[in-house]
């Protein structure tokens, strides 16, 4: 893996991974396109490092806007951690669950099999793909046709915050589902503010992504330890560089995707991700 690779990885991770477009689908596609195998060691670990200088740029962008909504007294940052706490643990216990059932079902009788073994597979990222482009579409159309805007002072409650975390555990299994694409659609046509849908959305990217992170690692060090594959100390480095350039790709990520929202262009992503399954599409018919 070149230094080229790493920095056209980390830039479209980035990119993808902040806007709803779904950041997994377009690095696995990139990674096959450059001839590189998304389930080696080394690509896992360069992925996890990607998903933590994402994780930052959310934090540095955000945080003057969860200060001034969610800090500004015990009262708020109590009621923000609750609902935080709930869309979380509904995401767990949903995403852990099909999670389950999948690999009990389709890797029956197959030792040491995951569900990330199904993540390069297009013929799945294509659907998933689909699926939330016509979501987003969705959600585009109804805020277009509304008269009145929800408010974005406008308090989230709890029944919205449990459908935004039970749809991210929808999100976990599935490469091309994006997470934020979903997430903030569900909350707009709950009738959440889109800046306020927005936010929830990545404070929920940025405490799930440790746990996420932590559990990568376990199964990059868990193959590792099976097949007994080359250290991965000389990889570090191009990850942490890699991890540079997705901080800064994720910050110009966020610029536009609030300056889309405030536009009322929602649904251009939906349009975006019809035209990209089709694509992903296109490529496994061709053999990727």
């Not at 992925?47 to 003057?64: D, E, K, N, P």
């Not at 609902?83 to 216990?93: D, F, P, R």
Request: proline share 3%; net charge positive; glycine share 6%.
């Amino acid at each position: 893996m070149s230094l080229l690779n790493v920095v056209v990885l980390a830039i479209v991770q980035g990119l993808a991974e902040l806007l709803p477009v779904s950041s997994s689908a377009h690095v696995i596609v990139a990674e096959k396109l450059m001839g590189l195998d998304p389930a080696a060691p080394q690509m896992t670990l360069l992925l996890v490092m990607l998903h933590s200088g994402t994780m930052f740029a959310v934090i540095v962008y955000f945080w003057r806007s969860w200060r001034e909504t969610y800090f500004k007294s015990v009262v708020a940052f109590k009621r923000f951690a609750a609902l935080v706490i709930l869309a979380t643990v509904l995401t767990a216990i949903i995403g852990e669950a099909i999670i389950k059932i999948i690999e009990s079902t389709a890797f029956a009788g197959v030792p040491h099999a995951q569900i990330e073994d199904l993540f390069g597979h297009l013929e799945i990222i294509a659907p998933a793909l689909a699926a939330v482009g016509v979501l987003i579409l969705i959600a585009g159309i109804w805020e277009r046709r509304q008269r009145a805007p929800a408010a974005a002072a406008q308090e989230m409650s709890a029944m919205q915050a449990a459908l935004i975390g039970a749809v991210q555990g929808l999100c976990l299994p599935f490469r091309g589902f994006s997470r934020s694409g979903a997430t903030i659609s569900v909350g707009m046509l709950a009738g959440v503010a889109k800046s306020r849908a927005e936010s929830f959305s990545f404070a929920l990217a940025v405490v799930i992504t440790p746990p996420a992170v932590a559990r990568e690692l376990l199964r990059v060090m868990h193959a590792q330890k099976l097949e007994h594959t080359a250290d991965l100390a000389a990889a570090v480095v191009p990850s942490l560089l890699g991890a540079v350039f997705a901080f800064l790709a994720g910050l110009v990520a966020l610029r536009w995707l609030s300056r889309w929202l405030e536009r009322g262009r929602w649904y251009v992503f939906g349009i975006y991700c019809l035209l990209a399954a089709a694509a992903v599409a296109a490529l496994h018919a061709r053999g990727y």
